[in-house]
């Protein structure tokens, strides 16, 4: 297969750059992965007039080649390595024209590494606006770029652009030995010509890029990257001395351009922007507009996503029930609608709740919203080891950890960015909802304060506090545990505020959905069809027995077809694998106020949390068709044996509600974590204590209770 | 406008003041600020602050920075009078 052009879309963070990539390319956009990193990758194919078909990649936006963050760092190991596989044909960049001298640095760095640029002024009308002018012919030829206007917004110029693409693409421009923008001294001239000995380099410019990154770049062999320590050691090359003064000279070079080339007249204070942020990240307002907004959130995520939940919930039982009468009554049948569907149900219920969490999160993002409240809160999160932009994901912890966890990569620092993933599965996901619904009612009485505040409303809104204190102790018991003192650094950009771009929205909620269902779906699956194993089948022919048993009784009692099948289920579970399991466990769990029942939901329940409702239902010989009240009725009437006292007395309930509120009962959040921190270490230690918080917080609840 | 000299750094700036930036103190994200714009030559002006040692809100021609307290004095500047 012929391998398709590639162009790259590069720029600053907050130049507008997926705006621009998105009106590209349209919404055939597909997300991976750049290899040997969890650093997204969003790419298309799009089609170029008498061009064919070409290869369209997204960069993460950064300031310079020479970047802080982890994300930021894939741009100079693509471009530092023109054997990449995802090394540009041709770069489009994508400058904000407000704020042209910043965003002509990275594009200024990017020139001299020879590849063919093109340079998008974006943002037209907010410059038109401000009445910025630019003479774009002599700019151009000063700077020796192809320049288009564009407005990424509107899509206006994008047209011309695609001109210009098929222009540069046709040419096949071998760009005719440009030359260099930057000028290094003697001594880094000396460097770069020694390395270019060592690794084969198509610029100065890349060369010095290796030599100052050579110890992150995987594509030097470990001869290569000796070498070049070597030669750095020789010349005794100070790299942030050098990358300082290329900076300096590039930018007294840039103003030189721009004095001659862009007429700006002085911007005043008043602007939108400005006064906004006098309320907005004002002391004492700034952090009660976060909270109010907070407050709006969860409230969008419980209310709005009631009915679409019903929907899926209905929609999932009536496939169940349709396949189970159509079907032949034999296990297949069972292990699919029982383990599978079950299993997507389970998965696809939560959609609503994330959606709705990711279109507000992301509706601020594009505001310019959620770079406040870094800024407002990062001094308190520091305290507690994490980082102002750890907010984000403890926010989105509320919905899901998974998505909440992969957002943690725009951290920097690494320690704060582990503490950050340690911690936000604590924070209170929507899974735990349906658990702490069903367990809030033999909790707590149906009591009413003040005629309209609920007492298990109250409740509620306890446990969620308590995750949060949890989460924020845990962190600061990370801080003082986990070495390393890398400096981190806060240095954000607040941008204008600028009212969003729904397209932008709505994509990002689409691949935060999709990230979702295949990081969740693929183990949930898995597990769901273990599950169906270890429930529905037994040691020697105790399940046969355990049915004839039922039959047994429901005949004595003349129960109805129905209230058999649901007593032969519960029979069967309490002498399958699960039920001996819970048994088995019974010793362990016994301080904490439960019984084997308990245990089996507790282990059905290891990989996912929301799995504890349904295996207490099918415990409780309850039938898919009942609703929850049912439900709590017969839990009421539960009795232990031992003690001849009802199972689900507030002691047990409230310990029970606690160890789900702090337990990792989540197989998905623990491979994601796996992954994002590469070794199985920290998602076991994660485990770790996340259970024995969960389990002494039990007992001590427990003890005290009853 | 009449400039004097010292060795001041925004840390040191009040709320509301405007100083114009000489130095930046070569660190780890000496390259992360030049290129977020605090450039030497540059005029800032620090326009709030929050409590308890809280981050910095800078104004650097119209593009709004927020900074901590350990960034603000790597950043070496000379107040205007």
Not at chain 1, 222 to 244: C, H
Not at chain 1, 299 to 307: G, L, M, P
Request: net charge positive; glycine share 6%.
């Amino acid at each position: 297969m012929k391998s398709l052009l590639r162009i790259a879309i590069i720029g600053n963070p907050n130049s507008g750059k997926t705006s621009v990539f998105n009106k590209l390319t349209g919404l055939n956009q597909k997300t991976g992965n750049f290899p040997g990193v969890t650093v997204d990758k969003k790419s298309s194919i799009t089609t170029i007039e008498s061009v064919g078909k070409v290869h369209v990649i997204d960069f993460p936006g950064t300031y310079s080649l020479y970047p802080t963050a982890y994300d930021e760092k894939v741009v100079f190991r693509v471009l530092s390595n023109n054997h990449d596989p995802n090394y540009p044909d041709l770069i489009i960049y994508i400058a904000d024209a407000t704020q042209i001298e910043r965003h002509l640095l990275l594009f200024n760095q990017i020139q001299d590494l020879g590849i063919p640029c093109i340079l998008c002024l974006n943002m037209e009308d907010l410059a038109k606006d401000r009445h910025i002018n630019v003479n774009i012919n002599k700019f151009s030829e000063l700077l020796s770029t192809s320049v288009v206007w564009i407005n990424g917004r509107t899509g206006a110029g994008v047209l011309k652009l695609k001109q210009k693409v098929r222009h540069m693409l046709e040419l096949n421009s071998k760009d005719p030995a440009k030359k260099a923008f930057y000028n290094p001294d003697t001594n880094t001239q000396q460097v770069i010509e020694e390395v270019k000995k060592t690794v084969d380099c198509k610029s100065d410019f890349q060369a010095l890029l290796i030599a100052h990154h050579y110890t992150e770049l995987d594509f030097l062999s470990n001869l290569q990257k000796d070498s070049v320590k070597k030669i750095l050691k020789e010349y005794q090359f100070n790299p942030l001395k050098v990358q300082v003064q290329e900076t300096m000279e590039r930018y007294s070079r840039l103003q030189n351009v721009l004095l001659s080339t862009v007429i700006e007249p002085p911007v005043t204070e008043n602007n939108r922007t400005y006064l906004a942020d006098k309320i907005l990240t004002h002391r004492l307002w700034g952090p009660l507009i976060f909270f109010g907004i907070l407050l709006l959130l969860f409230q969008a995520i419980f209310s709005w996503a009631e009915w679409p939940m019903n929907f899926i919930d209905n929609t999932v039982s009536i496939v169940k029930e349709f396949l189970n009468q159509r079907l032949p009554h034999a296990w297949y049948t069972s292990l699919l609608t029982d383990g599978l569907i079950a299993g997507m149900g389970g998965i696809i219920i939560f959609i609503p709740q994330i959606a709705i969490l990711f279109l507000m999160i992301s509706f601020l993002e594009e505001l310019g919203y959620m770079a406040r409240a870094v800024y407002l809160f990062d001094r308190l999160m520091l305290r507690f080891g994490l980082n102002g932009r750890s907010i984000v994901a403890l926010v989105s912890g509320a919905a899901c950890a998974i998505p909440a966890i992969m957002s943690t990569r725009t951290i920097n620092n690494w320690k704060e960015r582990l503490i950050t993933i340690m911690v936000t599965p604590l924070i209170s996901c929507s899974a735990r909802l349906p658990v702490f619904a069903v367990l809030i009612a033999f909790a707590v009485p149906q009591k009413q304060f003040f005629g309209f505040v609920s007492a298990q409303a109250l409740v509620l809104m306890g446990l969620y506090l308590l995750g949060i204190l949890a989460a924020l102790a845990a962190a600061l018991v990370f801080k003082k545990i986990l070495k390393g003192g890398e400096s981190s650094f806060l240095l954000i950009e607040l941008p204008e505020y600028k009212f969003p771009d729904w397209k932008n929205v709505f994509i990002t909620v689409r691949d935060k959905v999709i990230s979702f269902v295949h990081e969740a779906g693929k183990i949930i699956i898995v597990i769901s069809v273990v599950l169906w194993v270890i429930s529905s089948f037994g040691p020697g022919s105790s399940m046969e027995t355990a049915t004839s048993e039922a039959e047994t009784i429901a005949k004595k009692n003349t129960y109805t077809p129905d209230q058999t099948n649901n007593l032969i289920a519960s029979k069967k579970i309490e002498n399958s694998y699960a039920g001996h399991l819970g048994k088995f466990i019974e010793p362990v769990i016994a301080p904490l106020g439960f019984d084997w029942k308990i245990g089996i939901a507790l282990i059905t329940s290891f990989a996912a949390r929301e799995v504890f409702v349904g295996t207490m239902s099918t415990i409780y010989s309850i039938g898919s068709n009942d609703n929850t009240s049912t439900m709590r009725e017969k839990m009421a009437q539960e009795i232990n044996q031992k003690t001849g006292k009802p199972v689900f007395n507030y002691a047990t309930s409230f310990s029970l509600l606690i160890f789900y509120l702090f337990a990792m009962q989540c197989m998905s959040t623990i491979a994601v974590v796996r992954r994002e921190t590469g070794t199985w270490k920290w998602p076991m230690i994660q485990l770790a204590y996340m259970s024995i918080l969960a389990y002494v917080s039990s007992l001590i609840v427990y003890q005290i209770l009853s | 406008m009449e400039y004097i000299v010292s060795l001041e750094t925004i840390a040191d700036m009040e709320v509301g003041q405007t100083a114009i930036i000489r130095e930046i103190d070569l660190s780890k994200f000496s390259t992360r600020m030049l290129a977020m714009g605090l450039v030497p030559g540059k005029e800032v002006k620090l326009v709030r602050k929050q409590p308890w040692d809280g981050s910095y809100y800078l104004n650097i021609s119209n593009h709004f920075i927020g900074i901590r307290d350990n960034e603000a004095k790597l950043i070496k500047i000379e107040m205007i009078l």
